[in-house]
């Protein structure tokens, strides 16, 4: 397999993945966890697991995602609080609810929100 490097803020390292993974949600896309009571919106993906390795050893080994697949970065809600969540691909799901997330980082980020997905705003885009 064609294999590239990439250096993980996060994982203070260079993590070596696949050329080429499957994204299956953009920056913008509003997403649910498909276990857990919370919803986001997309604002950086991962091609493979790039956070740090107590953080990967602390999800209990039953419900442990694999490494290699793309990991989202989200502006997370629940209906207690907003935070940032780290989610595999594994564990989103469209959301249903079509609406806004409430994060109070949203409009730092991005500009429109229409159909279930946020435009990011200008001058942010790579």
Known sequence: MNRAS????????????????????AIGDV?????HDFRGVVFDIDPV??????????????VRPKRDQPYYHLLAEN?????????SQQNLMD?????????????????????GHYRLRRGLAH
Do not use: M
């Not at 697991?49 to 039953?62: G, L």
């Not at 959301?95 to 159909?115: C, K, M, R, Y």
């Open 79 to 87: 209906e207690d609080s907003s935070y940032v969540a780290y989610v």
């Open 95 to 115: 959301d249903a609810e079509g609406g806004p997330v409430d994060h109070p980082s949203v409009p730092q980020l991005f500009d429109a929100f229409n159909n």
């Open 31 to 35: 997403v649910r966890h498909r276990n």
């Open 49 to 62: 697991f790039a956070n740090s390795e107590e953080w990967y050893e602390s999800i209990p080994v039953d």
């Open 6 to 25: 990439f250096f993980s803020p996060q994982a203070g390292r260079v993590i070596d993945a696949p050329r080429q993974t499957r994204a299956r949600f």
